[in-house]
Antibody, heavy 120, light 109 residues
Framework: QVQLQQWGAGLLKPSDTLSLTCAVY????????WSWIRQPPGKGLEWIGE???????NYNPSLKSRVTISINTSKNQFSLRLSSVTAADTAVYYC???????????????WGQGTMVTVS | SSELTQDPAVSVALGQTVRITCQGD??????ASWYQQKPRQAPVLVIY???NRPSGIPDRFSGSTSGHTASLTITGAQAEDEADYYC????????????FGGGTKLTVL
């Protein structure tokens, strides 16, 4: 049974750097894209970016200048850093497993439990 | 980058059929995936690809695509289906980005 377990600081001050880590238990670490997704209070989901086991990244253009997603394959973990945070970055942050099924089909088939990050 | 557009809210009578739609140019190139999110819970994948359900998802959930519109259909909606639903697909700009729709709040009456 695959599980994603995430952790990180929940209260930040403006201009701080947000840092979250997600550990993957069970299943292959190589065959997927590992993503971060956030959800401001009362709002919808926003894709932040992703990384594969080779360390190749893709980022949301609206956040690209402040985001770094890294991977530690020896620990089956991946991490998010978001610099210069403001109140607009207050959200629940989720890690998720992106699965490319082929044939123009992919999906986030496993999610972490979410971490509420407040910038105040 | 592409955008995906969803109706903010939809309602359905208990036991009836409801269709939730998602529109966007990227859907001409990529299939949508659909997520159910209940309050204070992480989203759950319910449909992906042409019309595929992960293990454990009831068969009253189905998906379809026509042109630039993807649809999630719930046939015989149950009270427990009341939730927010989000569509997602890859961006068709060739940079392997991903985008979510704004979400649809489904109320089961």
């Amino acid at each position: 049974q695959v599980q994603l377990q995430q952790w990180g600081a929940g209260l930040l001050k403006p201009s701080d750097t947000l840092s979250l880590t997600c550990a993957v238990y069970g299943g292959s670490f190589r065959d997927y894209y590992w993503s971060w997704i956030r959800q401001p209070p009362g709002k919808g989901l926003e894709w932040i970016g992703e990384i594969n086991h080779s360390g190749d990244n893709n980022y949301n253009p609206s956040l690209k200048s402040r985001v770094t997603i890294s991977i530690n394959t020896s620990k089956n973990q991946f991490s998010l850093r978001l610099s210069s945070v403001t109140a607009a970055d207050t959200a629940v942050y989720y890690c998720a497993r992106g699965h490319d099924y082929g044939g123009s089909t992919d999906a986030f088939d496993m999610w972490g439990q979410g971490t509420m990050v407040t910038v105040s | 980058s592409s955008e995906l557009t969803q109706d903010p809210a939809v309602s359905v009578a208990l036991g009836q059929t409801v269709r939730i739609t998602c529109q966007g140019d990227s859907l001409r190139s990529y299939y949508a995936s659909w997520y159910q999110q209940k309050p204070r819970q992480a989203p759950v994948l319910v449909i992906y690809g042409k019309d595929n359900r992960p293990s454990g998802i009831p068969d009253r959930f189905s998906g379809s695509t026509s042109g630039h519109t993807a649809s999630l259909t719930i046939t015989g909606a149950q009270a427990e289906d009341e939730a927010d639903y989000y569509c997602n697909s890859r961006d068709s700009g060739g940079k392997h980005l991903s985008v979510f729709g704004g979400g649809t709040k489904l109320t089961v009456l």
